[in-house]
């Protein structure tokens, strides 16, 4: 795998995450501290440094976060769970099979791993969107704490822990062995365990919370209590595309948050046709012609299927954001969280379910509405008709990565409604 970071740029990089002082000498690299009223010194031989390169440049990239060679494989894992991180212990989960030659673990990721995804993140956003650095806090009680800390094992004890599934193998393997030994184990460790980790194959999915906090209030004391009022319905729908990590969900539910309006604004909207037309000086009920013409607006609207009267889900949908979906303030938070996404929607489709392409920027505000209801409703489709012979569905870890791109855009729009219909007070 080409790694083109060198050992000076690495520990600058550490340097930043530690926020210590960096110099060279005698082919070691000093970090300086500063702990209050003193300072820690750390000591990193450079060739150490270069030996973790060396280590990295032999493996090659599976998605975006597995690093494999001929001999092992790692990759992140999240616990998923109503108490996740609760279980398993500092030690993690350890186990090995004589006959096959493969070794499990689970656990902090590797040296060697928590470097390459320093250097990873630092191209692509920001180390502390994973977590690396996060907890600043820590710092002056953990380089206090033992004189034999390193500056890796530093930089690990006041991050966010990161999780990795790591299989080693006596002899050669190929990726796609790794992988499938990877799948078996995560399902025997649930099975037998009732512990679930999810791989976690794309950075972006990684770094959702990260930047989310950067637009936010990330600390307690900042926060306020609440002056508003929330739907409950909204809220708990919400708060579940918040608390898991499967992309299916969170998309599914921040839909639900829209479409919870649907059947009342669709509704309201065809008692306005209905009034317009009722009210047109042209129009006279004693005409068959005029009665006729109203009865075709009304079976336009809706459809009857098996005996039951329905509406379109596409219209409501357009109905729905055009009522509480301000675009301007929708551009804003997608630049501010990621400043690629706006030119993303407008260039691509959504690959798995052909969503449309839609230009938020500069676009008529009609078609805004039209293009962003297509991109938004055949996605949910495609991820609730998974029928073979369905022509756009999404196929599980082959479309995630796709997908994930549209939940920023599904998650504002929720919060749009959900603040749009809250009360004061």
């Known amino acids: ?82 108490f996740p991180g609760r279980r398993l212990r500092e030690d993690g989960i350890c186990t090995e099979e004589a006959e096959s030659g493969l070794r499990y673990e689970i656990s902090s990721v590797s040296d060697e791993y928590l470097i390459w995804l320093l250097c990873s993140t630092a191209n692509q956003s920001s180390p502390r969107d994973l977590g690396i650095g996060f907890f600043f806090h820590r710092l002056q009680r953990e380089a206090a704490a033992s004189e034999t800390t390193g500056v890796i094992e530093l930089l690990r004890a006041i991050s966010v822990r990161l999780l990795a599934l790591r299989i080693t193998s006596v002899s050669k393997q190929n990726i796609r062995r790794f992988q499938v030994a990877a799948n078996s184990f995560l399902f025997h460790v649930a099975y037998n365990l009732d512990l679930a980790f999810v791989p976690q194959r794309y950075l972006e999915e990684l770094s959702r919370r990260g930047r989310i906090s950067r637009m936010r209030r990330s600390t307690v004391a900042e926060l306020d209590p609440p002056r508003r009022s929330y739907n409950d319905d909204l809220v708990n729908h919400y708060l579940l595309a918040i608390s898991t990590d499967s992309p299916t969900v969170q998309y599914l539910s921040y839909y639900h948050v829209i479409e919870h309006f649907f059947e009342a604004i669709f509704n309201d909207d065809l008692i306005d046709q209905i009034k317009v037309t009722l009210t047109q000086p042209g129009f006279s009920f004693k005409r068959k012609k005029d009665i006729g013409s109203l009865i075709q607006t009304i079976k336009r609207s809706l459809q009857i299927r098996s005996e ?30 990621d400043q690629n996404l706006l030119s993303y929607y407008q260039s691509f489709e959504v690959p798995f379910s052909k969503g449309s392409a839609v230009a938020l920027v500069n676009g008529q505000p009609d078609q805004i509405n039209r293009e962003l209801a297509k991109r938004i409703y055949a996605t949910r489709n495609a991820l609730v008709h998974s029928k073979d012979g369905d022509k ?12 994930v791109k549209e939940i920023p855009l599904l998650r504002f729009v929720s919060e749009a409604i959900i603040l749009q219909v809250s009360e004061i007070g």
């Open 392 to 403: 756009a569905r999404y196929i599980p870890f082959k479309d995630e990565r796709a997908l």
């Open 308 to 337: 039951t009267i329905t509406f379109s889900e596409y219209d409501a949908l357009r109905l729905v954001l055009r009522k509480f979906v301000n675009i301007s303030e929708l551009v804003t938070k997608l630049n501010e969280y």
């Open 1 to 82: 795998m080409k790694f083109e970071f060198e050992a000076s740029r690495i520990a600058e990089l550490l340097a930043k995450q530690l926020r210590a002082t960096l110099t060279l000498e005698n082919h070691t690299f000093t970090f300086v501290i500063a702990l209050g009223d003193r300072s820690r010194s750390l000591q990193m031989p450079k060739a150490r440094l270069d030996g973790l390169i060396s280590a990295i440049e032999a493996k090659e990239l599976s998605d975006e976060t597995g690093l494999y060679s001929d001999t092992s494989y790692e990759i992140l894992v999240s616990e998923e769970g109503p």
